[in-house]
C-alpha cells in the first residue's frame, strides 16, 4: 500500500507536539523490571501479557485458559478491532517465551482439565486493567503520552522492527488490518540510521 494512503496518514507515533508515544527497548526493560510493584500474580501477569504480545489491553482481558497452548508457547489473540466480516472472528497466534508461558500456567493453572476452561483469564475491568498499568509506568519514572498500554503496545512494534522481523509477521502479531500501520514502525526502527549518522559525524 502507497505510504500516503489514508491508513498511514492516520497513525503517527508522535504526537502533535512532537512528544514520543512508544516506549524505547531500554523504557520498555525498566518497565518489566518495575512489575513487582503489583503484589497480586495475575496483576502481573496482565501487564506482562501485554508486554510479550503487544495486543490491547481489552483483548488481553477476552482471553481464556482455550486461547492458551502452554505445550506450543503460544496465545491466540482475539482481534477486537478488525472489521467486517471478520470482526471478532478474527484470531491471531502469537509466540512468547518459555518462562513466561511456565508463570502464566502456574498463575491461571492452565494445565489439566483446568486448561479447558472457557473463563477469562482476568475478571477485572478494563478501568482497573488500566489502573495496573499505570502504577508500573509510575513506578518505572514513565510518563507522558507513552506511559500507557498502548505506549507498550507501539514499543513492542518498534522492538520487533528493530530486531528485523519481517513486517508481515509484526502485522500479524499485533492484528493490523494493513501493512500501511504497520510501516509506522518501521520507519522508527531504522537502526542502520545511527550507524550512517556515525560515520557522518566522523567525517
Known sequence: MPRDSSAYRGMTLFTDVGE?????????????????VLDNPKDRSFCEMIFWTGCRPSEALALTALNID????????????????????????????????????????????????????????????????????QAAGLHGEKACAKGLRHGYGVHAAVNQVP?????????????????????????????MAERMWAA
Open 70 to 137: 502452554v505445550a506450543e508457547r503460544v496465545v491466540v489473540i482475539r482481534s477486537l478491532k478488525k472489521r467486517g466480516e471478520m470482526k471478532g472472528r478474527h484470531y491471531r497466534p502469537v509466540p512468547v517465551p518459555d518462562d513466561f508461558m511456565e508463570r502464566l500456567a502456574s498463575i491461571h493453572d492452565l494445565r489439566g482439565e483446568a486448561a479447558r476452561r472457557d473463563e477469562r483469564l482476568w475478571t477485572f475491568s478494563r478501568t482497573t486493567g488500566w489502573a495496573r498499568m499505570k502504577a508500573v509506568m
Open 20 to 36: 514520543r508515544k512508544y516506549l524505547t527497548s531500554a523504557e520498555r526493560q525498566t518497565f518489566y523490571s518495575c512489575l513487582g
Open 167 to 195: 513486517e508481515t509477521r509484526i502485522k500479524k502479531w499485533l492484528g493490523h488490518e494493513s501493512l500501511a500501520t504497520t510501516e509506522i514502525y518501521l520507519d522508527m526502527a531504522a537502526p542502520e540510521d545511527r550507524h
